[in-house]
């Protein structure tokens, strides 16, 4: 997850009034005409893509480890679970996303993601894609390679639903609270980054036989946070962006009706309050109702129907690209105590890791989402 607006710098500040009537939120610098994207128009599927062991270690934990085909079978009993979905398998996703390290985009790493979860959600019924694309390194002006993963569930559907999680990590931890001596080296994102991924591999067990009026996507963005702190100002959000713009741009047959990003939703201490925006906006304030009313019927009590009450400014997020940009409306599901706002000290440092999290946590997210997709 990128920045909260009361943390972000200077280049990153946006005016209270442009957020609250819903304009469109970009980048201070940035150009709001087309960005110097070098489109991939034919948004290549990756269904029969074949991938080396990863996991080499010999380690003898039940976490899922990935080799020849694809996702292998997992180790232990799997009847753990909060409502219809399993929070022990879902824990494991989570570890063994990130025992591939941190998933910078362009990576080695990011690569073999990728291929995990095309064959995941490809064997579970899924329609996987890749969007591929291009942008300005922020150190050097280079192209910088990228791509969307997009995965349709009944893509016979006209009305669909968007659920939006970001597949990357950022290149180094930069918690700007936490002194430069005490956030380590290696972010992995455990939290930020692998949480939502794990919740979407979870639900995926759970997509072929949904029962609901629209079909759903997954929408996993990549370089939602490729920025260097050592460098000048710098975008957010290079994914979601070009997902919106295309969507814009090239209108499909379907509409995306409604919309959810899910973005550090592992914490053990889970507790999403609902976001500024997601509230002041028109068209995004009845979704924000329904998936927090969808978690009350369900008894899931971290859901907490009201805004963070020391939290003054809005997220930032992919929600806005993909409301004000792609016309998405588009809620944030985000728990930005981590441990405890506004400090955060395990955010944007080395303590991002699986220990952190909780598979429980990952669950009551994933059910409430799969409740609530299934509404009228």
């Known amino acids: 997850m990128s920045c909260v607006f009361a943390w972000c710098r200077s280049w990153f500040r946006v005016s209270y009034l442009q957020v609250a009537l819903g304009a469109c939120v970009f980048i201070s610098g940035c150009q709001t005409t087309d960005p110097p994207w070098e489109h991939n128009p034919k948004n290549e599927t990756v269904h029969e893509i074949s991938f080396s062991q990863i996991d080499s270690s010999g380690s003898t934990d039940s976490t899922p480890h990935y080799s020849g085909s694809g996702l292998i079978s997992l180790t ?15 824990f494991r996703f989570l570890q063994s996303i990130c025992r591939l390290g941190p998933r910078i985009t362009g990576s080695e ?41 997009i995965v349709e569930w009944h893509p016979d559907k006209p009305e669909r639903i968007l659920i939006c999680v970001h597949y990357d990590t950022r290149p180094q931890g930069d918690n700007s609270r936490v002194p430069k001596s005490q956030r380590g080296d290696v972010f992995l994102g455990a939290n930020d980054g692998a949480s939502g991924v794990a919740v979407l591999m979870e639900l995926a067990y759970k997509m072929r036989d949904l029962q609901s009026s629209y079909g759903v996507d997954f929408l996993l963005v990549d370089a939602e946070e490729f920025v260097f702190s050592d460098f000048p100002p710098q975008r957010y959000f290079w994914g979601s962006e070009y997902f919106a713009r295309d969507y814009q741009k090239h209108p499909p047959s379907y509409r995306y009706k409604k919309g959810a990003v899910l973005d550090m939703v592992g914490d053990r201490h889970l507790q999403i309050y609902q976001d500024r925006n997601s509230v002041w906006w028109k068209d995004t304030r009845p979704i924000t109702k329904e998936i927090w009313q969808t978690a009350e019927q369900l008894g899931v009590k971290e859901f907490i129907g009201r805004t963070h009450p020391k939290m003054r400014t809005p997220i930032r997020d992919d929600h806005l690209m993909l409301r004000n940009v792609g ?32 598979g429980d946590s990952l669950v009551k997210v994933g059910w409430v989402i799969l409740e609530w997709v299934k509404k009228p």
């Not at 690569?111 to 291009?134: E, M, P, T, Y």
Request: charged fraction near 25%.
């Open 327 to 358: 016309k998405i409306p588009t809620c944030e599901i985000i728990d930005f105590d981590y441990p405890k706002f506004p400090v955060n000290r395990y955010w944007h440092t080395d303590e991002d890791t699986p220990a952190r999290c909780s």
């Open 109 to 149: 790493a990011m690569q073999k993601q990728q291929r995990i979860l095309a064959d995941h959600f490809s064997s579970l019924g899924g329609n996987v894609r890749l969007q591929k694309f291009r942008f300005p390194h922020p150190q050097n002006g280079d192209p910088q390679e990228a791509a969307n993963m």
């Open 76 to 90: 232990g009993n799997n009847t753990a679970s909060f409502g219809p979905l399993d929070k022990d398998r879902a």
